[in-house]
């Protein structure tokens, strides 16, 4: 289904075995919004179900069960605003989060077509029927809201900061800038919907930056993922674990690298049975 000033789904409910995609804003002129009442429901019974549109108001159940949901911008630089309803930006508030159900929930592109402008996380976000998080940019991922999510990939061209209390299972991220984010009880560096560890070295894409770790009060595990670097910066490495006790474990197999930088832990109790390379 597609338009050029918006798509409405009003009292409609719709099923299908099969992918399903959803396009507010055909002509790309940044004024069509997909509308989704609370009285419509769509269903992918585990396909794809993709919703393009320069906003989204989601007020009634999406469902792709296992499958996959992608929210993305129409427009290249398009920014998204993930908590808050701001004018001028693809939002997505809880509440609307809430009301999808997926086994991955994707918001945001950076594909062959062009990338989303910087994603803010404004407010705390929990969603209710997903496991996966992934935000994905051209630009930056950054703001004062938490993440509360069993698994999340971050793929943002020019960085991420993310140092408020997250609360997640299982990392990954992707950039070519400097990566900052903090975990309130601590997290696993680990595989995520196809980006493995955490890499802010990438020479090809142009950049490379910093990463550090922080975490409140848990540990934090580098695990052996399929990357050859599962963490890997172009600049310095800190891991910092502010708790009493708390344990900083590289696996067996996993390697932490910088190509520039120093690496720096900070951790009552360390168990390196990993590699651990710094210039």
Do not use: W
Not at 121 to 128: D, F, H
């Amino acid at each position: 289904l597609s338009g050029t000033d918006g798509l409405s789904l009003a009292g409609a409910n719709f099923s299908t075995a099969a992918n399903i995609f959803l396009n507010a804003d055909g002509n790309a002129d940044c004024t069509g919004t997909y509308t989704h009442s609370a009285g419509s429901a769509v269903a992918s019974n585990g396909f794809l179900v993709q919703i393009t549109g320069a906003d989204a108001d989601i007020a009634g159940p999406i469902n792709s069960g296992a499958g996959r949901t992608r929210v993305r911008t129409s427009k290249a630089g398009r920014t998204i605003n993930v908590g808050t309803n701001v004018t001028g930006s693809l939002s997505l508030t809880d509440a609307e989060i809430d009301n999808i159900t997926a086994g991955v929930i994707e918001i945001g592109r950076n594909d062959a077509s062009f990338g989303s402008g910087n994603i803010t996380v404004s407010a705390a976000i929990t969603p209710a029927n997903t496991t996966t998080l992934a935000l994905i940019t051209a630009g930056s991922v950054s703001g004062v809201g938490t993440i509360t999510e069993d698994s999340l990939r971050i793929e943002a061209a020019t960085g991420v900061s993310l140092n408020t209390a997250n609360d997640v299972d299982n990392l990954a991220v992707s950039s070519n800038g400097n990566v900052l984010f903090r975990d309130a009880d601590g997290l696993t560096v680990g595989a995520v919907d196809g980006v493995n560890g955490v890499d802010a070295d990438n020479p090809a894409g142009g950049g490379g930056g910093t990463v550090t770790l922080n975490s409140t009060t848990g540990n934090i595990t580098v695990s052996n993922t399929s990357a050859a670097n599962d963490i890997n910066a172009a600049g310095a490495i800190a891991i910092n674990l502010e708790a009493d006790e708390a344990v900083l474990q590289v696996a067996t197999g996993a390697d932490v690298e910088t190509s520039t930088g120093g690496v720096v832990f900070q951790a009552d109790k360390m168990d390196l049975d990993g590699t651990i390379t710094a210039s």
